[in-house]
Protein backbone atom coordinates (compact mmCIF):
# COMPACT_ATOMS: atom_id res chain seq x y z
CA UNK A 1 0.00 0.00 0.00
CA UNK A 2 1.26 3.24 -0.75
CA UNK A 3 1.67 6.18 1.50
CA UNK A 4 -0.99 8.30 -0.88
CA UNK A 5 -3.31 5.49 -0.06
CA UNK A 6 -2.49 5.38 3.38
CA UNK A 7 -3.11 8.69 4.50
CA UNK A 8 -6.33 8.62 2.19
CA UNK A 9 -7.88 5.44 4.66
CA UNK A 10 -6.40 7.63 7.53
CA UNK A 11 -8.32 10.17 6.68
CA UNK A 12 -11.50 8.08 6.19
CA UNK A 13 -11.26 6.49 9.41
CA UNK A 14 -10.75 9.99 11.07
CA UNK A 15 -13.71 11.15 9.29
CA UNK A 16 -15.83 7.99 10.60
CA UNK A 17 -14.75 8.00 14.35
CA UNK A 18 -15.94 12.14 13.69
CA UNK A 19 -19.30 11.14 11.91
CA UNK A 20 -19.67 8.57 15.04
CA UNK A 21 -18.54 10.87 17.87
CA UNK A 22 -21.17 13.65 16.40
CA UNK A 23 -24.06 11.03 15.93
CA UNK A 24 -22.90 9.64 19.94
CA UNK A 25 -23.00 13.27 21.25
CA UNK A 26 -26.62 14.07 18.90
CA UNK A 27 -28.19 11.08 20.89
CA UNK A 28 -27.31 11.85 24.27
CA UNK A 29 -28.29 15.69 23.66
CA UNK A 30 -32.09 13.95 22.78
CA UNK A 31 -31.67 11.28 25.54
CA UNK A 32 -30.20 8.32 24.16
CA UNK A 33 -27.83 5.83 25.95
CA UNK A 34 -25.89 3.05 24.58
CA UNK A 35 -27.48 -0.38 27.12
CA UNK A 36 -25.18 -2.90 25.89
CA UNK A 37 -26.08 -3.71 22.21
CA UNK A 38 -28.98 -1.46 22.21
CA UNK A 39 -29.50 2.60 21.88
CA UNK A 40 -32.69 3.07 24.40
CA UNK A 41 -34.61 6.45 25.38
CA UNK A 42 -33.68 7.62 28.65
CA UNK A 43 -36.19 8.60 31.11
CA UNK A 44 -35.23 11.69 33.60
CA UNK A 45 -35.15 11.00 37.50
CA UNK A 46 -35.52 13.76 39.31
CA UNK A 47 -34.99 14.03 43.38
CA UNK A 48 -36.15 16.80 45.78
CA UNK A 49 -34.04 17.81 48.77
CA UNK A 50 -36.08 18.11 51.64
CA UNK A 51 -33.31 19.88 54.05
CA UNK A 52 -29.55 21.56 53.40
CA UNK A 53 -26.78 19.38 53.57
CA UNK A 54 -29.38 16.10 52.09
CA UNK A 55 -27.10 13.45 50.11
CA UNK A 56 -28.16 11.12 47.41
CA UNK A 57 -27.62 8.28 45.76
CA UNK A 58 -28.86 6.98 42.82
CA UNK A 59 -28.14 3.45 41.56
CA UNK A 60 -25.58 3.05 45.00
CA UNK A 61 -23.82 5.95 43.62
CA UNK A 62 -23.61 8.78 45.45
CA UNK A 63 -24.12 12.69 44.26
CA UNK A 64 -20.64 14.50 44.81
CA UNK A 65 -21.86 17.67 46.56
CA UNK A 66 -24.92 17.35 49.07
CA UNK A 67 -27.95 19.72 47.46
CA UNK A 68 -29.27 22.88 49.46
CA UNK A 69 -32.88 22.58 50.60
CA UNK A 70 -35.57 22.41 47.45
CA UNK A 71 -32.63 21.41 45.18
CA UNK A 72 -32.58 18.71 42.58
CA UNK A 73 -30.62 15.83 41.68
CA UNK A 74 -31.30 15.08 38.18
CA UNK A 75 -30.13 12.26 36.24
CA UNK A 76 -30.83 10.52 32.90
CA UNK A 77 -31.53 6.69 33.42
CA UNK A 78 -32.23 3.81 31.21
CA UNK A 79 -35.71 2.75 31.37
CA UNK A 80 -36.10 0.14 34.52
CA UNK A 81 -35.90 0.00 38.17
CA UNK A 82 -33.14 2.20 39.78
CA UNK A 83 -32.91 2.49 43.53
CA UNK A 84 -32.56 5.77 45.65
CA UNK A 85 -31.17 7.24 49.14
CA UNK A 86 -31.27 10.40 50.50
CA UNK A 87 -29.39 10.68 53.69
CA UNK A 88 -27.99 13.44 56.43
CA UNK A 89 -26.07 13.07 59.38
CA UNK A 90 -28.55 12.76 62.61
CA UNK A 91 -31.53 11.78 60.46
CA UNK A 92 -32.85 8.67 59.31
CA UNK A 93 -32.08 7.37 56.10
CA UNK A 94 -35.22 7.57 53.68
CA UNK A 95 -35.01 4.83 50.36
CA UNK A 96 -37.18 3.92 47.57
CA UNK A 97 -37.12 1.87 44.08
CA UNK A 98 -38.65 3.86 41.58
CA UNK A 99 -39.86 2.97 37.90
CA UNK A 100 -38.53 5.10 35.18
CA UNK A 101 -40.29 5.41 32.39
CA UNK A 102 -38.74 6.26 28.80
CA UNK A 103 -39.32 10.21 27.81
CA UNK A 104 -41.10 10.85 31.02
CA UNK A 105 -39.54 12.73 33.72
CA UNK A 106 -39.83 11.12 37.27
CA UNK A 107 -39.93 13.33 40.56
CA UNK A 108 -39.23 11.57 43.60
CA UNK A 109 -39.85 13.33 47.53
CA UNK A 110 -37.73 12.13 50.29
CA UNK A 111 -38.24 12.98 53.69
CA UNK A 112 -35.94 12.91 56.74
CA UNK A 113 -36.58 13.34 60.37
CA UNK A 114 -33.92 13.73 62.86
CA UNK A 115 -32.83 10.64 64.74
CA UNK A 116 -32.90 13.21 68.38
CA UNK A 117 -35.58 15.72 67.29
CA UNK A 118 -35.36 19.10 69.82
CA UNK A 119 -37.77 19.69 71.91
CA UNK A 120 -38.86 22.47 73.87
CA UNK A 121 -41.43 22.17 76.95
CA UNK A 122 -43.74 24.79 76.83
CA UNK A 123 -44.51 26.47 80.68
CA UNK A 124 -47.75 27.59 81.98
CA UNK A 125 -46.06 31.19 82.10
CA UNK A 126 -45.12 30.79 78.39
CA UNK A 127 -46.62 33.17 75.63
CA UNK A 128 -47.41 29.90 73.62
CA UNK A 129 -49.45 28.30 76.60
CA UNK A 130 -52.49 29.33 75.94
CA UNK A 131 -52.42 28.61 72.18
CA UNK A 132 -51.14 25.08 73.04
CA UNK A 133 -53.74 24.00 75.45
CA UNK A 134 -56.42 24.87 72.96
CA UNK A 135 -55.48 22.87 70.11
CA UNK A 136 -55.52 19.65 71.94
CA UNK A 137 -59.12 20.83 73.23
CA UNK A 138 -59.66 20.93 69.40
CA UNK A 139 -58.67 17.62 69.44
CA UNK A 140 -55.52 19.11 67.12
CA UNK A 141 -57.08 17.92 63.37
CA UNK A 142 -58.03 14.63 64.59
CA UNK A 143 -59.61 11.87 62.08
CA UNK A 144 -62.61 10.75 64.54
CA UNK A 145 -63.89 7.14 64.81
CA UNK A 146 -66.56 8.14 62.55
CA UNK A 147 -65.42 8.21 58.61
CA UNK A 148 -65.22 11.84 58.76
CA UNK A 149 -62.41 12.81 56.76
CA UNK A 150 -59.27 14.78 57.03
CA UNK A 151 -58.65 16.57 53.71
CA UNK A 152 -54.53 17.28 52.24
CA UNK A 153 -53.76 21.17 51.72
CA UNK A 154 -54.77 21.14 47.79
CA UNK A 155 -57.97 19.23 49.26
CA UNK A 156 -57.50 15.87 46.45
CA UNK A 157 -56.30 13.86 49.12
CA UNK A 158 -58.87 12.27 52.01
CA UNK A 159 -57.61 10.44 54.37
CA UNK A 160 -59.98 8.30 56.70
CA UNK A 161 -59.84 5.92 59.30
CA UNK A 162 -62.04 2.76 59.90
CA UNK A 163 -61.26 1.50 63.47
CA UNK A 164 -57.69 0.90 63.25
CA UNK A 165 -56.85 1.18 59.89
CA UNK A 166 -55.44 4.95 57.86
CA UNK A 167 -56.81 4.57 54.13
CA UNK A 168 -55.87 7.56 51.25
CA UNK A 169 -59.00 8.14 48.73
CA UNK A 170 -57.67 10.02 45.69
CA UNK A 171 -60.62 12.79 45.41
CA UNK A 172 -59.21 15.07 42.10
CA UNK A 173 -59.85 13.79 38.33
CA UNK A 174 -59.09 10.15 37.64
CA UNK A 175 -56.63 10.93 34.50
CA UNK A 176 -54.36 13.08 37.19
CA UNK A 177 -54.44 10.19 40.12
CA UNK A 178 -51.11 9.41 41.51
CA UNK A 179 -49.37 6.73 40.67
CA UNK A 180 -48.37 6.27 44.41
CA UNK A 181 -52.19 5.79 45.04
CA UNK A 182 -52.33 2.69 43.48
CA UNK A 183 -51.04 -0.85 44.20
CA UNK A 184 -49.64 -1.87 40.81
CA UNK A 185 -51.40 -1.56 38.00
CA UNK A 186 -54.51 -1.69 40.29
CA UNK A 187 -56.22 1.24 41.28
CA UNK A 188 -58.95 1.29 43.57
CA UNK A 189 -61.23 3.95 45.16
CA UNK A 190 -59.64 3.65 48.81
CA UNK A 191 -56.11 2.84 49.69
CA UNK A 192 -54.86 0.99 53.40
CA UNK A 193 -51.63 2.39 54.15
CA UNK A 194 -51.85 1.77 57.43
CA UNK A 195 -53.54 -1.04 60.28
CA UNK A 196 -53.20 -1.49 63.63
CA UNK A 197 -54.97 -1.50 66.39
CA UNK A 198 -58.05 0.89 67.38
CA UNK A 199 -57.73 1.50 70.51
CA UNK A 200 -53.82 2.55 70.36
CA UNK A 201 -54.36 4.87 67.07
CA UNK A 202 -55.05 8.80 68.05
CA UNK A 203 -54.48 11.76 66.03
CA UNK A 204 -54.19 11.99 62.24
CA UNK A 205 -52.40 14.51 60.43
CA UNK A 206 -50.67 15.67 57.41
CA UNK A 207 -47.08 16.60 57.70
CA UNK A 208 -46.30 20.15 57.34
CA UNK A 209 -46.24 20.86 53.65
CA UNK A 210 -46.60 17.64 52.17
CA UNK A 211 -49.79 16.19 50.31
CA UNK A 212 -48.18 12.71 50.36
CA UNK A 213 -46.82 12.09 53.97
CA UNK A 214 -49.07 12.10 57.26
CA UNK A 215 -47.93 11.77 60.89
CA UNK A 216 -50.08 10.17 63.80
CA UNK A 217 -49.77 9.21 67.36
CA UNK A 218 -49.90 5.54 67.95
CA UNK A 219 -49.33 3.97 71.45
CA UNK A 220 -46.64 5.50 73.08
CA UNK A 221 -45.35 7.48 69.96
CA UNK A 222 -45.81 9.56 67.35
CA UNK A 223 -44.81 8.28 63.75
CA UNK A 224 -44.40 9.66 60.08
CA UNK A 225 -45.71 7.50 57.03
CA UNK A 226 -45.74 7.80 53.26
CA UNK A 227 -48.80 7.20 51.46
CA UNK A 228 -46.78 5.44 48.56
CA UNK A 229 -46.77 2.02 49.37
CA UNK A 230 -43.79 1.01 46.35
CA UNK A 231 -41.41 -1.29 47.41
CA UNK A 232 -40.61 0.68 50.69
CA UNK A 233 -42.70 2.11 52.31
CA UNK A 234 -41.33 4.93 54.63
CA UNK A 235 -42.33 5.01 58.30
CA UNK A 236 -40.30 6.89 60.25
CA UNK A 237 -40.99 7.72 64.61
CA UNK A 238 -40.68 11.40 65.23
CA UNK A 239 -41.27 11.04 68.91
CA UNK A 240 -41.36 8.34 71.73
CA UNK A 241 -42.69 9.06 75.00
CA UNK A 242 -45.68 7.54 77.46
CA UNK A 243 -49.03 8.73 75.20
CA UNK A 244 -48.64 11.40 73.19
CA UNK A 245 -50.82 13.24 71.36
CA UNK A 246 -49.14 15.49 68.45
CA UNK A 247 -51.32 18.43 66.59
CA UNK A 248 -49.99 21.67 64.48
CA UNK A 249 -50.74 25.64 65.02
CA UNK A 250 -51.90 27.20 62.14
CA UNK A 251 -48.25 28.45 61.96
CA UNK A 252 -46.95 24.96 60.92
CA UNK A 253 -45.61 24.44 64.45
CA UNK A 254 -45.76 20.81 65.36
CA UNK A 255 -47.25 20.35 69.66
CA UNK A 256 -46.93 16.93 71.27
CA UNK A 257 -48.83 16.56 74.30
CA UNK A 258 -47.38 13.84 76.60
CA UNK A 259 -47.43 13.05 80.72
CA UNK A 260 -49.35 16.26 81.48
CA UNK A 261 -46.56 18.73 79.47
CA UNK A 262 -46.81 20.50 76.21
CA UNK A 263 -43.89 20.45 73.92
CA UNK A 264 -43.02 22.11 70.91
CA UNK A 265 -41.08 20.10 68.74
CA UNK A 266 -38.51 20.84 65.79
CA UNK A 267 -38.46 19.34 62.56
Not at 173 to 182: A, G, T, V
Request: aromatic share 8%.
Amino acid sequence: MTKESQKKRAGRMIAALAVLIAATLILYANGYRIDGFSIVKTGLLRVHAPLDETLVFIDEKKRETPLEKNALAEESLAPGEHSILAVKDGYWPWSKKVIVEAGTATDIRPFLLPIHPRGQEIGIHDSRYDSAVSLFEQKGGEVEKTESDLLSPNGLIAIKREGGAIAAVWRGEESERPKYLCEGEVCENELVIFDGDESLLKDILFFPGREDVIMFSFDDAVYVLEIDKTDIQNFQPLYRGEDPRVALDSDGSLYVFDNGSYIRLEI
